[in-house]
């Protein structure tokens, strides 16, 4: 697996958040040993109290869920005992987050700022520290959230009792962390800074999430982890695979890692500006618009072709580019003027540049064909986007007629839809990007407790076949008609 | 695949429903093909518009439910369309119950009656029509669920115009219509009645289905069947396996068929009463008991090694028996009065005697070791059954040993969390099992959408191992620790 960060973020900032960091509660880090002993319910330890303690609470918080939003409860057949410690009423989705050691969020900031000249000796006030901006900032969006002070409009409550939470967030900076070292050192070497390790703090993350007894108890399952670059988390992704994973597709997780059913799929956060103004083709010259680096590995080797097929088409702007502020200037200009825009496969199949497209009204003409979209339960990607598999967008002439022959009216419709989700892909709308994340971890919650209570009474056999708490879909990924 | 059904139901009865059949919708059954043209968004089609805006209705209900309830919703945030068109504020789970030809539902039982010499013409009243009491009698409660009239107190809202629908349920007696044909026939043959066929009902359900618009529509994926028999529906089970199905395990569905992603495990109908009396082990004076069948294919035959190790031991009760309604008189008796009743599997992993069991407040003890169970999100079933690996269970004085020691004290916690989850086994409880069989039905539609919205923009694609639409939870299916 590749160690090289997919992209570089540009040193451009976002708010930080004023809040204090979460109240740590002294957790008892004894080993509880979770195995299928099928006895073990002849068998009631000591040591396993607390823990069946949280997952009666669990059960009774989910109980609770369930009456509430999905049912008229009738009292008299709540179990008395949920409604002694049931907690107040609260959103479906109860966090904890871990009180992490400051190095693994704040000091990842910090040694970003420092290997890049910043200050050397941590911040006295973290509301000064600036997360840089980039395409995967979602843990800090994620963080910041569940650490402003008000957040009753929350779809998560946070709990500051890990006994009360039905999923566990770990809120490692994992992507901030694999960029931290820049790839053009700036002379710090001689001033004797410590060369900063991703992979170090990724096997530090690991042993001291091992010491901690909800990780244990549940085997991880109740856990969740963002890592938004594909990248992220890459050295250790085999010990957090039981957990909920963010991420941006699987293009770097192993097919027993990470899935539709367990994981979520985040939109990169646009890097150019929101397009203002309104639908319409009149001010939109171009055909088709695309600035990006040409060369890519794996899946991105399509850019090349495409660059070849389309450069000194009348109508198409087609451009090699980093990213940097001036050329997010000139894609948001383009991106604003372009009916359509393309986005290809990168190394993996997701980019950045699908989401600058919606928010610029431009229709995305989407040529990845192991794409994962985000938030595909609620949005219909048909509407508001373009796919063309990669076969047919290399062949000449192909791409250009197709585009050509879509009339001004059916654009017009792809940009109301557009108009329409741009909010799921806003990280900084309040009803935006976070409050859908955290919907869709909520929407993980069932079968999470029923995999865990499930796990625990399991029995030794043998199995010639998958598990069948397996699901696939379509096996062969093509679509089959009835 | 066997086509011998599990069990053969005795005549006893269930109240019948008294309302009226759903009104007839009349449907465009013009096929309306939806392949994975990945250029279809640029070609609307008129044929396209009634799917595409079912689809569009169904993601605004599907919004309006997250939003509904997940979030507080902010008004200004709604897409204005979704305000007009979203039907009145309802359940989040809007399902369509075909109306089935009458020989797939009332038709049945008719069926049933006639081939036991009972009326050889369909009855004019369907209220007088009596369903046979059974093992799998989810059929009859969740179609006379959804056709009483006042169903306000539902976690699933019924819609009589299948544009409104999230969900379309099939109400075909799948299980009943298995055993339609008596195992000892009584003379039929002569009177000229035609033999029943239960697979020529399922081919003539799938040419049924085939005809429908919202069938062909997403694929059967929102499409519900109920197949609690392990064999209803065998014949046919591959073509509607993209479907819910409502199945009591996994012994006769292959690998790719079912899972407990896609699918929902119903309990058996417990056929013996419900224990009336407090928890305590005073008026319990025999530690084990089973009666049942001993002599079963696949699973089962652990049956009659049990049988060889416990006849003759002191305080346990082990009896061969087929059901009937006096068996079921001494079973009720015995379970009523032992600490512990045994659960081997049967043909299949599952059976009706678990939920005896648990109605009975007779301690479960599961030997079973590939049984799945109802409702596991919401019930730890440690908590109220004791687990053993079918090697341990046939050792010689394991099973004796291991219960003789578990005390007075843990019997009654097993006890009184049995009372706090028997309602989820009681089908006539309005807060039972029904209920509970829509809300995790209801679970379901979040991965449904996503299911049928990313199936229809797939591009074709060349995939060398499962789709990612897949998880398995874990693939060995021996627990493993962090």
């Known amino acids: 697996m590749?160690?090289?960060?997919k992209s570089r973020p540009p040193n451009s900032h976002s708010p930080p958040s004023s809040s204090s960091p979460p109240a740590s509660p002294s957790l008892d880090a004894k080993s509880q040993a979770l195995t299928a002993l099928s006895l073990a319910p002849t068998m009631p330890r000591k040591s396993i109290l607390k823990p069946t303690l949280a997952t009666l609470l669990s059960l009774l918080a989910l109980y609770a869920f369930f009456t509430t939003f999905l049912s008229t409860p009738d009292p008299t057949h709540l179990p008395s005992s949920s409604l002694q410690s049931s907690p107040e009423k609260s959103a479906p989705l109860r966090i904890y987050m871990y009180d992490l050691p400051r190095k693994f969020t704040y000091g990842v900031i910090e040694s970003y700022a420092k290997a890049r000249g910043g200050s050397k000796s941590p911040a006295d006030d973290v509301s000064r520290l600036k997360y840089p901006?980039?395409?995967?900032?979602?843990?800090?969006?994620?963080?910041?959230d569940l650490t402003r002070p008000d957040r009753d409009d929350s779809v998560v409550t946070r709990v500051l009792d890990p006994e009360q939470a039905n999923l566990f967030y770990v809120p490692f900076f994992s992507s901030l962390s694999l960029v931290v070292n820049?790839?053009?050192?700036?002379?710090?070497a001689g001033d004797g800074v410590p060369v900063y390790s991703d992979e170090e703090m990724q096997e530090e993350l690991i042993h001291w999430l091992e010491e901690q007894v909800y990780w244990r108890r549940n085997n991880g399952w109740d856990h969740v982890f963002v890592c938004q670059d594909p990248n992220a988390l890459y050295k250790v992704v085999d010990r957090v695979k039981n957990g909920v994973l963010l991420v941006s597709d699987f293009g770097r997780?192993?097919?027993?890692?990470a899935s539709l059913v367990k994981d979520v799929i985040l939109p990169y956060s646009h890097r150019i500006n929101t397009f203002k103004g309104e639908v319409g083709v009149g001010d939109r010259k171009s055909l088709l618009f695309f600035m990006g680096n040409r060369y890519r590995k794996e899946g991105g080797k399509i850019r090349d072709l495409l660059f070849q097929l389309l450069e000194g088409e009348e109508d198409?702007?087609?451009?090699h580019g980093a990213q940097s502020r001036e050329s997010r200037r000139m894609a948001s200009q383009g991106m604003h003027t372009s009916k359509f825009c393309l986005h290809p496969a990168?190394?993996?199949p997701s980019a950045c540049r699908l989401f600058d497209a919606i928010v610029s009204l431009c229709v995305p003409v989407i040529v990845s064909d192991y794409i994962e979209l985000p938030f595909e339960d609620v949005i219909d990607y048909r509407k508001i986007a373009i796919f063309v598999d990669s076969s047919s967008a290399v062949k000449p002439g192909f791409l250009i007629k197709l585009l050509q022959g879509v009339s001004a009216?059916?654009?017009?419709?792809f940009q109301q839809e557009l108009k329409k989700v741009k909010r799921y892909f806003e990280y900084e709308d309040p009803h935006g990007t976070v409050n859908e994340i955290w919907r869709q971890v909520s929407l993980k919650l069932p079968l999470i407790k029923l995999m865990i209570n499930r796990e625990k009474r399991l029995v030794k056999r043998e199995l010639t076949g998958p598990d069948r708490s397996c699901l696939c879909s379509n096996q062969s990924g093509i679509q089959t008609t009835l």
């Open 182 to 188: 820049p790839i053009r050192p700036v002379g710090l």
């Open 346 to 348: 990168g190394d993996t």
């Open 253 to 257: 997780l192993g097919q027993d890692r």
């Open 409 to 413: 009216e059916r654009i017009l419709e």
């Open 316 to 319: 198409v702007v087609i451009k």
């Open 2 to 5: 590749s160690q090289r960060p």
């Open 133 to 144: 901006g980039n395409q995967h900032p979602a843990e800090w969006y994620l963080f910041s």
